[in-house]
């Protein structure tokens, strides 16, 4: 990595001193999403519930460029999740109120490398999850959640490998495109005391391959808890492929805590078909294996979830859509669709309806 990855800065650092100012734009934009939601199953009890963030998560942010000559720019972006619901921050916890919970950083980039410091995230969002069952499907499809100490309690999305988000404070990110088609990048984030390799530091190593058709990519993130003596790995590869009005994702990733060598392995595979410029339909499967019985540290159950997802576009900005997925766990152990409360069963199904828009 280092072989890609230094030259990039390199070719960076030395356009600096070059070019006087000229044009900068900023950018207000956002994404609205909320509906209504029906689970079969939470603790016992059918419900109905507003929901909100099912198909991409809520949101409003700056993003801006300064164009400093010399091929060279500056480039920011502030990012806050929120709730259209009750209207209360995003990716906040106990200890911290985040206004910008989902992006705050900047940097200087050029025609084909990067460089940013800030809270970002790490590249199994960016280079994977254009692969996952949840970017075609919704966020119930998001891999199951685990404790939140596992990523710092610092407002990350809990997703077990992290597909569906995870942010690192205090990092520096840089990424390169050395050909139209391949993109590289490495992510550092500092951890709780000074030096390489400290407690809740972050490792994260990505590449991607791109055509007009298809994607492949691959990514290994490594976090060292602050807690306990311990790193939890996660390697993911994917790929998706058009065919036509067909578009075929898949997406393997391994998950590791070497404290107890505990493993989880997800598989998505998904298919959807564009009827037509303003329907589309798909259908999605998750296959969860681990391994140590129920004292697996990630999950107690190996477990099967099915999706199915309809959206309609009414125009550019907005569409709406309906889906239901379906969860069933082994050895009677109890189901969890992520976001959901546990069944008191071994299955667990929702079926929602919902409006987006973005801005």
């Known amino acids: 990595m280092k072989s890609t990855v230094y030259p990039a800065i390199a070719a960076i650092a030395a356009t600096i001193a070059t070019g006087a100012h000229a044009q900068s734009s900023v950018t207000l934009y956002g994404i609205l999403d909320i509906g209504v939601q029906y689970t079969s199953n939470q603790g016992g009890h059918a419900s109905v519930q507003e929901a909100s963030s099912m198909m991409r998560g809520n949101r409003w942010g700056l993003r801006g460029v300064e164009d400093i000559g010399g091929g060279l720019k500056v480039v920011f972006k502030l990012e806050s999740g929120f709730s259209p619901s009750t209207g209360a921050l995003g990716q906040s916890s106990a200890t911290a109120q985040r206004i910008f919970g989902r992006y ?11 460089i940013t410091l800030g809270r970002q995230t790490d590249f199994m969002l960016d280079y994977l999850q254009t692969t996952a069952n949840s970017w075609y499907g919704t966020s119930l499809q998001f891999h199951p959640a685990i404790n939140a100490n596992f990523f710092g309690n610092n407002g990350s999305n809990p997703s077990l490998d992290r597909i569906g988000g995870g942010e690192v404070d205090n990092s520096v990110r840089a990424t390169w495109a050395p050909v139209e088609s391949l993109h590289v990048g490495a992510m550092y984030g500092f951890g709780d005391a000074p030096g390489i390799g400290s407690p809740n530091s972050t490792q994260s190593y990505g590449a991607t391959w791109t055509t007009k058709s298809s ?27 058009t065919l036509g009005p067909f578009i075929v994702n898949a997406l393997y990733t391994n998950s590791r805590w070497t404290l107890t060598g ?28 681990k391994n140590n019985g129920p004292k697996n540290v990630f999950y107690a159950s190996i477990r099967n979830t099915y999706g199915v997802i309809y959206d309609y576009r009414l125009s550019k900005a907005t569409d709406i ?5 379906f969860q069933h766990a082994s050895g009677n152990r109890p189901a969890q669709l992520f976001g959901m409360s ?18």
């Open 104 to 114: 705050a950083y900047v940097g200087v980039a050029n025609d084909v490398a990067q």
């Open 215 to 241: 994607l492949v990519g691959a990514v290994y993130t490594a976090r060292k808890d602050n807690l306990m003596p311990g790193t939890l790995r996660t390697l993911g590869i994917g790929g998706t492929a």
């Open 262 to 289: 505990d493993v989880a392995s997800i598989y998505d595979v998904g298919v959807r078909y564009n009827i037509s410029p303003f329907q589309v339909v798909g259908v999605e499967y998750t296959f969860l294996d």
């Open 321 to 325: 859509y309906a889906t239901y997925v």
């Open 342 to 359: 546990l069944s008191s069963g071994s299955s667990q199904g929702v079926a929602a309806i919902g409006i987006r828009h973005y801005f």
